[in-house]
Nanobody
Framework: QVQLVESGGGLVQPGGSLRLSCAAS????????MGWYRQAPGKERELVAA???????VYADSVKGRFSISRSNAKNTVYLQMNTLRPEDTDVYYC????????????????WGQGTQVTVSS
């Protein structure tokens, strides 16, 4: 089993920045691709960004140019740097990991964190 623990969420003003972190523990040898998803109440979980073990990335159109995903395989940690935040970025953000080499669909991820709230408001 793999445990994922997110941190770094909070309240920020529009135009501000936050950095989310997700630390993996347990059977980390099984982890390949990792990603960040977000979900608002009553809505489906949507991909924010994903990254392969080799560092290839994919982003949702709504965050391109503002968010950046990265990972440290040595630290078993994935990061999401969020800049120029907007009120519509307000959501619960989830870290996810999969045994697959790459994945953008939520159903392809094997492990999920508990989520961290990001609120963008003045």
């Amino acid at each position: 089993q793999v445990q994922l623990v997110e941190s770094g969420g909070g309240l920020v003003q529009p135009g501000g920045s936050l950095r989310l972190s997700c630390a993996a523990s347990g059977s980390i040898f099984s982890i390949n691709a990792m990603g960040w998803y977000r979900q608002a109440p009553g809505k489906e979980r949507e991909l924010v960004a994903a990254i392969t073990r080799g560092g290839s990335t994919v982003y949702a159109d709504s965050v391109k140019g503002r968010f950046s995903i990265s990972r440290s395989n040595a630290k078993n940690t994935v990061y999401l740097q969020m800049n120029t935040l907007r009120p519509e970025d307000t959501d619960v953000y989830y870290c996810a990991a999969t045994k697959k080499s790459q994945a953008t669909k939520a159903e392809l991820y094997d492990y999920w964190g508990q989520g961290t709230q990001v609120t963008v408001s003045s």
